[in-house]
Nanobody, 126 residues
Framework: QVQLVESGGGSVQSGGSLRLSCAAS????????RGWFRQAPGKEREGVAF???????IYADSVKGRFTISQDNDKKTVYLQMKNLNPEDTAMYYC????????????????????WGQGTRVTVSN
């Protein structure tokens, strides 16, 4: 069982930046995909971005060009650098892991992930 702990959330103004971190209990190696998801109040959880064990990444259209997902060389920590934030980015952000490799937008579906962190809250105000 993979344990995931998110950090880095907070409150920023529109146009600001935050970097989220997800520390995992084990490396993703070349067999896992790790993703970032978010859930705003009253809305369903949605995929933001994922990175697979080979370093390939996919982004939701709503964050392309603003968010960047990356991982440490040991593949135990995944980051989400968020720039040019706007109020629509306000949500609880979750990190998740699945022991399979994904290469396309199917990897943005929350239902395919097996392990989840507790989340970190991001609030963006005007």
């Amino acid at each position: 069982q993979v344990q995931l702990v998110e950090s880095g959330g907070g409150s920023v103004q529109s146009g600001g930046s935050l970097r989220l971190s997800c520390a995992a209990s084990e490396s993703s190696g070349t067999t896992n995909t790790r993703g970032w998801f978010r859930q705003a109040p009253g809305k369903e959880r949605e995929g933001v971005a994922f990175i697979n064990g080979y370093g390939s990444s996919i982004y939701a259209d709503s964050v392309k060009g603003r968010f960047t997902i990356s991982q440490d060389n040991d593949k135990k920590t995944v980051y989400l650098q968020m720039k040019n934030l706007n109020p629509e980015d306000t949500a609880m952000y979750y990190c998740a892991s699945v022991p399979r490799i994904y290469y396309d937008v199917f990897g943005l579906r929350p239902g395919i992930y097996d392990f989840w962190g507790q989340g970190t809250r991001v609030t963006v105000s005007n």
